[in-house]
């Protein structure tokens, strides 16, 4: 690895020093109050014996301090950008990206709590699942075709606690500059989330490799034959035109954009753009946004397509465009923001100089509001094939006929604000302070959830927040995380990764507030336990020693504390408010924009929240009483960035 700033600063320590003893002071140069008050003695050390007249004072040799702020400022003067250099020749592309390899080890996140229950299928039959109190599902070798198989000795229980496993992503996020202000962006994810191994190439109508053991080589995946998801999977398109591009500060500037894009607000606790190099999920938006800049403040207005129902879509037909069957069932939204951050070069390179260089206090802030309509809504309805009663419903899929489709009237509404602030300072070389809040909530009204029920109307009043508070001097980071999430009183459901609000029956108060889950937390009660989070405080005080004092790369060790305790008690497994305490400790290495390098060990304890009481929280009242076990993640990732 290479370390340019002990030479760059030796290079300007030589330099000023060289400079304090060859050259004289200006004659002409204004005089201090400093250096007028010399004492006699300080004015007879000053004469020159051959001359008989006063030398001029050697300066002073600058501070630490003060060589490390003029370098910043040194920084700043010649910010240019990345890929700035020189004027290119359009069209020309910009690549970004990443490749991801993450091994991760699971012991008991199941948390020793899963049991048997019986569900209606859609032929109006009743079979056993399993369940558990968390959810992260046990082992196959505990379910129930292999409890009760008859060589269950040989292919049931086997007390397998510890599941491992890889898998790799390969994200890809070109920009083609059309010309310097219009761009076209694009992302593909190739072998998203691949579990290694997940794709041999065999098959048990082959004589070289019928059995999996014979496969020679990984087939690629393929979705509807070997995988759920194709190999390579479009997550982005869409194209940015800056028809107003000043380059000075404060001057107005205005933007289109329209496709498919990612989209992040604040921390990320109700939009999150997935970029984060572990993040599994992303905000993906079809929309068309128009962006303006006046006096310093951006304003942003949209218009989105959250859901346009069935369409003329054919599997049969590989080309033509397809049309949507009905707009009365379309899910549109209009969303407004305004907000104060840096966002252009010049913006950037000015706040670098006010942080860095004048040691001064920088405040950004946002609010942000989404509104979405929904009048009718699209189904296809499951019935028993024995008495003919409805037993459910299935959304759209392509290939289904127009006549198997209904429409129900939904008569939906929702309005989510979102106020972000964020507080940065730099009172010193190798100090920082960040102080960051994100506050959301949910209103909204939906007249019919489930039309197999008279009355299932709902009102949705939900709110969540979080807090990130972190402070650096030199080697030494520490901060305090905080974050709320509303959850249901009434419902005994709980979790990311529980039943919908469809399964729960008429709930006519939709409380339950779910933050985006790229929004981490931690490695085990949120992330997999949970899924997010939800119906829940925490608070997350953590340490952090960095073996270098440098912004570009760092080798460090850090430590967070979790607790959890949901705020509706009745909607826990375990019918009691405490859920946890988890401990992270990571050791990571990383080189900013180029290579990550990290190990994490996680060691959850859950406390009653989470213990199987019978006939609570979907258990039946012939399932055992457990308590909930520890549960303990080993997990390494690799990351290249380019």
Not at 56 to 68: G, K, N, Q, R
Not at 90 to 96: A, I, N, Q, R, S
Request: aromatic share 12%.
């Amino acid at each position: 690895m290479t370390r340019t700033f002990p030479v760059a600063f030796l290079f300007t320590f030589v330099c000023a020093t060289a400079a304090a003893q060859t050259e004289p002071a200006d004659p002409a140069g204004p005089t201090t109050p400093a250096a007028e008050a010399v004492t006699s003695t300080e004015e007879a050390t000053n004469i020159d014996k051959a001359t008989g007249t006063k030398a001029p004072a050697a300066e002073e040799i600058p501070s630490l301090d003060e060589v490390l702020k003029d370098k910043a400022l040194d920084v700043a003067s010649q910010w240019e950008g990345p890929g700035a250099s020189s004027e290119p020749e359009y069209p020309w592309f910009e690549h970004h990206g990443y490749f991801r390899l993450r091994v991760d080890g699971y012991y008991r996140g199941h948390l020793g709590t899963h049991y048997t229950t019986k569900v209606q299928a859609a032929d109006g039959s009743l079979y056993q699942i399993t369940r558990s109190t968390s959810g992260f599902l046990p082992p196959l070798t505990e379910n129930i075709p292999n409890t009760n198989s008859p060589n269950s000795d040989q292919v049931g229980p086997q007390g397998e606690d510890w599941l491992a496993g890889a898998n790799l992503r390969f994200r890809y996020r070109p920009t083609l500059h059309v010309s310097d202000n219009l761009s076209i962006n694009a992302e593909f994810d190739v072998l998203d989330n691949m579990i290694l191994g997940s794709t041999p190439d065999y098959d048990p109508a082959r004589s070289d490799a019928p059995l999996s053991i014979f496969a020679s080589t990984q087939a690629p995946p393929s979705a509807g034959m070997n995988s759920v998801k194709d190999s390579i999977r479009v997550k982005q398109a869409w194209f940015n035109w800056n028809i107003m591009t000043p380059t000075e500060l404060g001057a107005p500037l205005l933007a289109l954009s329209a496709g498919r894009m990612a989209r992040h607000w604040g921390l990320g606790i109700v939009e999150n753009d997935g970029e984060d190099l572990d993040a599994n999920y992303g905000t993906y938006v079809d929309r068309i946004t128009l962006l303006a800049r006046l006096g310093g403040i951006y304003f942003e207005a949209g218009y989105g397509w959250v859901a346009s129902g069935p369409t003329a879509q054919n599997p049969a037909l590989s080309f033509g465009e397809p049309i949507d069957l009905t707009n009365s069932d379309d899910v549109t939204e209009v969303t407004l923001a305004i907000f104060s951050k840096p966002m252009t070069q010049a913006e950037r390179k000015e706040r670098f100089k006010h942080l860095n260089v004048h040691n001064k206090v920088s405040f950004d802030w946002g609010a942000y509001a989404v509104y979405r309509r929904q009048k009718l809504d699209s189904f296809i309805e499951r019935t028993d094939l024995h008495t003919g009663d409805v037993i459910g419903y299935d959304v759209w899929s392509p290939g289904d006929g127009i006549d198997n489709l209904q429409l129900l009237s939904r008569d939906a509404w929702t309005v989510t604000p979102d106020l972000w602030l964020r507080l940065e300072w730099v009172p010193a070389i190798n100090q920082k302070f960040r102080l960051e809040l994100e506050v959301a909530g949910v209103v909204g009204h939906i007249g019919s959830v489930n039309p197999a029920v008279a009355d299932s109307s709902m009102d949705i009043r939900s709110f969540g927040a979080a807090l990130e508070f972190e402070y650096q001097m030199g080697n030494i980071s520490f901060g305090f995380d905080a974050g709320i999430a509303t959850g249901d009183k009434t419902n005994e459901a709980f979790g990311y990764l529980d039943q919908s609000i469809i399964d729960q029956g008429n709930n006519p108060k939709l409380a339950a507030f779910y933050f985006h889950p790229d929004y981490f937390v931690d490695n085990l009660l949120f992330r997999k336990v949970i899924g997010t989070v939800t119906n829940a405080w925490y608070i997350r005080p953590w340490f952090q020693y960095d073996l270098f004092e440098s912004e570009n790369d760092s080798l460090a060790a850090r430590l967070d504390i979790v607790y959890g305790r949901a705020l509706e008690a009745n909607a826990t497994p375990g019918n009691d408010p405490n859920l946890g305490v988890e401990l992270d400790l990571k050791i990571f290495y990383e080189e900013k924009g180029l290579i990550y390098a990290g190990l994490e060990w996680a060691v959850l304890w859950p406390l009653a929240g989470f213990n199987l009481v019978p006939g609570h929280g979907g258990a039946p009242d012939t399932a055992p009483a457990a308590s909930a076990s520890w549960s303990t993640a080993l997990r390494a990732r690799v990351g290249i960035m380019f």
